[in-house]
């Protein structure tokens, strides 16, 4: 079946030729919706992502000062990932790569601020044919917008609800305390902590829907803690020995983790724990100016392709499907929609080819050897390719050329140990060199059915910048999280 005629269309002619075309398309939505029909449990499914949360932040591995209790529940009742990767070193391109399962130069989101071109196919899309209720609640921050999180305005061409999200409560980017949101185009202002608020619309849309029959997707995409730090005065209280942005940095997790406490309360409470699918990750690794540290002792920050930039907190939870334990699987949120679609038996076609995750079904269940294909990674001229014990990194802040780690026995990536290992370093580099030459044939619009871009891709600007958002500017720019932002913005701009 080819990749066109995956019935992402809302319109056919009906005559002639045309009516067969139509049917052919009609039919291969019926044969989607019947694959995950035959399944004798299709799950709900809730994945939730935090902003610039590092992988050492979390009390079950250790941090000195965080306490994480909810987190730490559900990693003892699910599968905690060790080495789980985000699919980039910042947070736009890590969302393409959840809902697409490709790395995220593929599909035109090559930074932060930059849109998810249209002619991907999503992981929302792909559910919603096959009989899923979908709801995005919190970060969107892939309709091409720079800028402190703005609502997501009804008629934005790159909005969730373009993207194949039923229902969708979502801001353009990082939001804090008291926010403005966007309920599918209509302006609300929210009190409360931005990951409780979120939560809590995601509660709601469970509430709301459990009784019909149809399985769920919410995806929970929170702000926390991405700057400007901003906690409860109780939950920044805890922290009193830190500086101003530390304390409610972690202010801003404890309630994190609250939030994700109150979720998976509710999933009991609503008797839905068993019939759920509950993933948790972070969009990109730490923040260098939080103390103390934020990625556990690794290399790198937000922005780098080294373990510290892309090693992310992972846990998986499924109770009486996963198995409890500790994975040392290395893992991506390219992954992510892979499984989801191996879960479901989805056809191919719910994917744009080349798809660059893999599924970890069988993990859920027994330990896997090893990965069958590298985790790659390409972000603002970096690139990294992570096997299942060595990882080649090329960094333009290094030195020329290519470095190897082997990340089992040095997971700090202290040592360049290429010498050593020249003949799995020639195979990294060539994979390297020949995944990054594919992703150049992506990027040029190649794998899409038209093989070519149908627009080009827009540009990112802040949203405040943008002639949709002009009416509201006399308001919003006085308010906190818009003030100072727009402020220096300006006066770097004249």
Not at 57 to 77: I, N, S
Not at 81 to 106: K, M, N
Not at 205 to 221: G, M, Y
Not at 392 to 404: A, C, D, H, R, Y
Request: charged share 20%; hydrophobic share 40%; with cysteine.
């Amino acid at each position: 079946m080819p990749p066109s005629l995956w019935p992402f269309r809302t319109h056919c002619v009906l005559t002639g030729a045309g009516l067969a075309i139509c049917l052919l398309l009609s039919n291969l939505g019926s044969l989607a919706l019947a694959a995950a029909a035959e399944l004798p449990n299709r799950p709900h499914i809730i994945l939730v992502m935090a902003d610039d949360m590092g992988w050492g932040q979390t009390g079950y591995r250790g941090h000195p000062v965080l306490k994480t209790p909810h987190l730490d529940e559900m990693a003892a009742a699910g599968l905690r990932f060790e080495r789980f990767y985000a699919g980039s070193a910042v947070c736009s391109p890590t969302r393409a790569s959840v809902l697409t399962g490709r790395s995220p130069d593929r599909t035109g989101v090559l930074t932060h601020g930059y849109a998810l071109r249209q002619q991907e196919r999503t992981l929302a899309q792909a559910l919603k044919a096959a009989g899923y209720t979908t709801g995005h609640f919190g970060k969107w921050h892939l309709n091409g917008f720079k800028g402190p999180g703005a609502p997501v305005l009804a008629d934005d061409p790159y909005g969730p609800g373009k993207f194949g999200f039923d229902e969708w409560v979502s801001v353009t980017n990082f939001f804090d305390v008291d926010p403005l949101l966007s309920r599918q185009g209509v302006i609300e202002q929210f009190e409360g902590d931005s990951s409780e608020i979120v939560v809590a619309e995601a509660v709601s849309f469970l509430e709301r829907h459990r009784a019909e029959k149809q399985p769920l997707l919410a995806v929970i995409w929170f702000g926390t803690p991405h700057s400007p730090f901003k906690a409860l005065p109780a939950d920044a209280a805890q922290f009193k020995g830190l500086n101003a942005a530390s304390t409610n940095h972690y202010g801003e997790l404890v309630a994190l983790d609250r939030s994700i406490g109150t979720l998976r309360s509710k999933l009991r409470e609503l008797q839905l724990a068993e019939q759920t699918l509950l993933v948790f990750c972070s969009d990109n690794g730490g923040l260098p100016a939080i103390q103390p540290d934020t990625v556990g002792g690794l290399r790198g920050y937000k922005a780098s392709v080294y373990e510290g930039g892309l090693r992310v907190p992972g846990i998986f939870e499924w109770p009486g499907v996963i198995q409890p334990r500790i994975t040392n699987f290395p893992a991506s949120t390219l992954d992510l929609f892979p499984t989801i679609a191996d879960l479901l038996q989805l056809p191919p076609e719910v994917f744009i080819q080349p798809v660059d995750g893999i599924s970890l079904k069988p993990l859920f269940s027994e330990e896997i050897a090893e990965r069958s294909r590298s985790i790659p990674v390409r972000f603002n001229q970096q690139l990294a390719l992570i096997d299942n014990r060595f990882k080649i990194v090329s960094t333009p802040q290094g030195k020329p050329g290519l470095e190897m780690f082997d990340l089992v026995n040095d997971p700090g990536e202290t040592t360049d140990v290429s010498s050593r290992f020249p003949e799995i370093f020639a195979r990294l580099k060539s994979e390297l060199e020949q995944w990054n030459a594919s992703v150049d044939r992506s990027f040029a619009g190649a794998d899409y059915p038209e093989g070519m871009l149908s627009r080009p891709d827009p540009a990112s600007i802040f949203w405040f910048e943008h002639p949709s958002y002009a009416g509201y500017l006399p308001e919003w720019e006085q308010r906190w999280e818009f003030k100072s932002y727009l402020e220096r913005v300006r006066r770097q701009i004249q």
